[in-house]
């Protein structure tokens, strides 16, 4: 009977456990998603909600066998998308990994970046998000781009 007991609150552990990773998995990946939407539709302030105070953007560089990180500014980004633009900047990504540790998360996501209905490139993100007082936000993404290798 005592045996049956403590399993029985392993279990009931254990599932609350797996309820609170999933919920904040879904906070995650709504943070995440929101800066998508927000470029797919242009709407500037949708996308900024995505990052912290302070985001730090690089993409990795590689030019003909070369390697090298750029850094971009996320104020630059987020007036991009928000400038009229005359095809849409769509990028669906694929969440493959997502890591918590308290208010630490790390998000893998595979891409394909489509310019209106024309596929520009593909590739992958790494997002370091933290949750503050305005829950989860980006504060490092870092991607890789190419052309091939992208079924």
Known sequence: MKGTVIFALFLVCFGLQAFAQNDEESAIKKAVNNLFTGMKTSDSTLARSA???????QTIVNKEGKVS????????????????????????????????????????????FYLGDKFSHCGVNSFQLVKGDNGWQIVYIIDTRRKDGCN
């Open 51 to 57: 990052f912290a105070t302070g985001a730090v953007m």
């Open 69 to 112: 990180v750029r850094n971009e500014s996320v104020d630059n980004f987020i007036k991009l998308i928000g400038t009229p633009h005359k095809d849409q900047y769509d990028e669906r990504i694929v969440f493959s990994k997502i890591l918590i540790d308290g208010p630490l998360a790390l998000v893998w996501t595979d891409y394909k």
